[in-house]
């Protein structure tokens, strides 16, 4: 009767585990994604940053320039701070998640560990 019920226990446990790791894959492939978007803003805003200093080098006089630099400016910085608070969020997560992970694993182990000492 005991190894009846071991059995619905371990089956549980095989359930759980699937379902963390589909977790854990759907996380892997949201970060990559991720990844590849800031990558992309990355460049995005790199190219703003070099036709912005490329404007301040040409446009010291230029009053029409200067407010299109400042303009510019403005929206990297915008675009910047969105970006970061998006990492940060994401860290965040990424921290919550890890130490959801290792909880998991933890009680896995001890509990392979009294399935080891117990036959």
Same mark, same amino acid.
């Given at each position: $009767?005991?190894?009846?019920?071991?059995?619905?226990?371990?089956?549980? +446990?095989?359930? *759980?585990?699937?379902? !963390?790791?589909?977790?854990? +894959?759907?996380?892997?492939?949201?970060?990559? !994604? +991720?990844?590849?978007?800031?990558?992309?803003?990355?460049?995005?805003?790199? *190219?703003?940053?070099?036709? $912005? $200093?490329?404007?301040?080098?040409?446009? &010291?006089?230029?009053?029409?320039?200067?407010?299109?630099?400042?303009?510019?400016?403005?929206?990297?910085?915008?675009?910047?701070? +969105?970006?970061?608070?998006?990492? /940060?969020?994401?860290?965040?997560?990424?921290?919550?998640?890890? !130490?959801?992970?290792?909880?998991?694993?933890?009680?896995?182990? &001890?509990?392979?560990?009294?399935? /080891?000492?117990?036959?």
């Amino acid at each position: $009767m005991a190894e009846g019920g071991s059995s619905i226990s371990n089956v549980d +446990e095989e359930t *759980l585990f699937k379902e !963390e790791f589909a977790h854990v +894959e759907e996380l892997l492939i949201s970060s990559r !994604e +991720e990844c590849i978007e800031i990558g992309s803003k990355f460049h995005d805003l790199s *190219l703003k940053v070099e036709n $912005m $200093m490329q404007l301040q080098e040409t446009s &010291s006089s230029d009053h029409s320039v200067a407010s299109e630099y400042l303009e510019q400016d403005k929206e990297v910085r915008n675009d910047f701070e +969105e970006f970061k608070n998006k990492y /940060e969020s994401r860290i965040t997560t990424y921290k919550l998640n890890s !130490e959801h992970q290792a909880r998991i694993v933890d009680d896995l182990q &001890s509990r392979v560990s009294a399935y /080891e000492t117990y036959n």
